[in-house]
């Protein structure tokens, strides 16, 4: 029979590892569960992995079909094989569907309260995926209890599946694998992703219906201008007793006649200026200087770093938390930061602490990170009470954002209805300076 070297989690949370003799690595797995454990990480003795077809599958994905032999010893395939094959490829229909944050959020929170529950790992896979709803969790969850029952941990069954496990999620699933305390950790992403969610969905909140009303300022402009202003003083232009217009009425004039006669030309305009503006921006130098622009805009730029700062704490706080070293922490929590100013600060305050420097001193330096974030980073430090400390400035900042949302979402509508009284007066004064110089005349 053959032996396997494995390594595994008691319910305590003590590390085992050593050898086990068994028919293949699922038999490993389910001989490890019987004495109480939980499966790591389980290989060959031989240092290879065994590759034990299961339904005609190899650790997950579909076999190869092999080619029989005609009569003239020309090796053919089989059809039905090559179709099906075909049809569990990466061009499948159904070949790595994804996730939303808050579906993720919701399939970690179901897992980790199984868990809670005091059921073994591969049990709560079991227990979810009867729960499962829609196309692509039911896919997720038999690719991991697939990958588990084969023997691996269950960080290393999500990295193979793709996304949406991002950095972020495997550093906390790996963390709970390791540490004996997977409901707790798994509890702290879902607690973490759903505030992402949350976020996302205050900041769209705030700003739809400042966009809904410039979207009708824009609308009504252009009504006006091209259909409304030339309809009614148009007339007043031709003929003999063709009258002279003041400029207001003469600058809306020329705006929709150039606005009828070249409308194809601007368009194409629109779309070049913005293919370049695209890749303009796609250059990293200039990118950094466009998100550094953007932090220094008033109101806005206060929101976007709030924004993102609350991201950041409350990123780093979870995965310190959970016990990843602080230098693969800042890695990770860099990927959710959109902002390439803020990206190339924290590679800074990498380098910084790569060479033996605190974190709070490299923070405080890039000039980008609010003063209470640098304090509390380090008293953190100073004290050995970093993870806590950063959790409860993530709170903090939290109702920092609210504030700044709360701020951005008063300010913006009247400075949107001023733009729009501006833009009605001019359009008003466009059309009675003329009506009202015609009166003086008859009269």
Known sequence: MP???YQSLTATGESRSGMISAIDRADAVKSLHVRGETALAIEPAEGRKSKQPRNGQATGRSAAPKPKADQNGVATYNLDSLINRFSTSSFGANRHRSLGRAEMASFIRELATAIEAGLPLMQSLRTVRKQAHGKAMPQILDH?????EAGDPLHKAAQTYGPPFDDMVLGMLRAADASGEMSTILHQLADLLERSVELRREVMGATIYPMIVAGFIAASAVVLVTVLVPNLIGPLTEGTGAMTLPWPTEVILWT?????????YFMVALLLGF?????????PANRYRVDLFKLRIPVVGRLMRDVAVARFTRTLGTLTSAGLPILESLRITQNVL?????????????DKVTSGKSLAEPLENSGLFPPLLVQVVSLGERSGRLESMLMHAATAFDRQVNASLKLFSRVLPPFLLIIMAGLGGFILAAILLPLLELQGMVG
Not at 275 to 283: E, F, L, P, S, T
Request: aromatic share 12%; proline share 0%; charged share 25%.
């Open 144 to 148: 991991l209890i697939d990958r588990v």
């Open 275 to 283: 293919v370049g503006w695209r890749a303009w921006v796609n250059v």
């Open 3 to 5: 032996s396997f070297r």
């Open 256 to 264: 929709a006649e150039m606005i009828s006669a070249y409308w194809l």
């Open 338 to 350: 959109v902002n390439r100013a803020l990206v190339e600060a924290l590679d800074e305050v990498q």
